[in-house]
């Protein structure tokens, strides 16, 4: 059985780990914020029930499934797991000072992988003693629904340790793509002026939110860049926009809009807020 850990149990963390406790895994999920860590028993326990319900997750699995999680309220419980998977906010000098943390406290095969979605794996694997087994592991939102998982291969990845999380990845019933470690890897590269082009059309009052997202959605998209701000959270975009920007030495098309900065300012961070580009009072 893998045994797993968990650090950040906010919004990916938690689905992360609703994927691995159903797909067999042991994990250990943990969070500096206690109350987190409790939202996050909760959500999965729902996740589990909701399963049950509709038939996707039969009652014993689902028990199973259940056992297979702990919520650990201190790092070094995590000390026994083959790979960690890394979920705390996007801010560099955060992860770095956590890998460190972690290669101190794991034993010396351990993977330690991040869910970054733009930051530098070779940066993250340079503060480790072991940069040859740490790497990328980029879920997408929410992970218990997409497929895709991007392997991020840093400067010093090994080979095994590529292939052993597109290996698991494949386990928990997820698409991996192997990617260079470059800012934003695919999606969140590609994706940047999908948001970008529209907060400039919002920002020159050309159109608004709504608008846009109906186009989009209209030529095929699942869903609009506003309504996918706010189910990302526009903290969580920002912190993208940012790094993804800076990384490619302030290429103007990657450039932030201020749109962004003013929402957060007014505590709109979408969904998990309640409010964003949408309100989400009502539902
Ligand atoms: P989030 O803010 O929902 O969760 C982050 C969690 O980390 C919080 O619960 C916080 O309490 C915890 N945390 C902060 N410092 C910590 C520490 N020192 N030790 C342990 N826990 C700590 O953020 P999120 O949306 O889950 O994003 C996490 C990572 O995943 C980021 O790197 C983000 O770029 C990436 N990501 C986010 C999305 C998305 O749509 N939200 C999608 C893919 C990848």
Request: glycine share 8%; aromatic share 6%; charged share 25%.
């Amino acid at each position: 059985m893998e045994r797993v850990g968990i650090v950040g149990a906010g919004t990916m963390g938690r689905g992360i780990a609703y994927v691995a406790i159903t797909h067999g895994a042991q994990v250990m999920l943990y969070d500096v914020a206690p109350g987190v860590l409790e939202g996050a028993g909760a959500q999965i326990e729902t996740w589990l029930q909701e399963a049950a319900a509709k038939g996707k997750l039969a009652e014993a699995e689902a028990q199973r499934a259940r056992e297979r999680l702990r919520l650990s309220a201190a790092l070094t419980e995590l000390a026994d797991a083959d790979v960690i998977i890394e979920a705390v906010p996007e801010d560099m000098a955060l992860k770095q000072e956590i890998f460190r943390q972690l290669d101190a406290l794991c034993h010396p095969g351990a993977i330690l992988a991040s869910n970054t979605s733009s930051l530098s794996i070779t940066a993250l694997g340079a503060v480790t003693r072991r940069p040859e087994r740490v790497a990328g592991m980029h879920f997408f939102n929410p992970a218990p629904v997409m497929r895709l998982v991007e392997v991020v291969r840093g400067l010093a990845t090994s080979e095994e340790t590529v292939r052993a999380l597109v290996d698991l990845a494949r386990r928990w019933g997820k698409t991996p793509v192997v990617v260079k470690d470059t800012p934003g890897f695919i999606v969140n590269r590609v994706a940047r002026p999908f948001y970008l082009e529209a907060l400039r059309l919002v920002g020159e009052g050309i159109t608004d939110p709504p608008t846009v997202d109906r186009l989009v959605r209209a030529l095929g998209f699942r869903m609009g860049p506003f309504e996918l701000m706010d189910l990302i959270g526009l903290d969580v975009n920002l912190a993208v926009s940012e790094s993804v920007y800076r990384a490619f030495f302030e290429e103007p098309r990657f450039r932030p809009h201020p749109l962004q900065r003013q929402m957060i300012q007014a505590g709109r961070l979408g969904r998990k807020t309640g409010k964003g580009w949408y309100d989400y009072a009502e539902q």
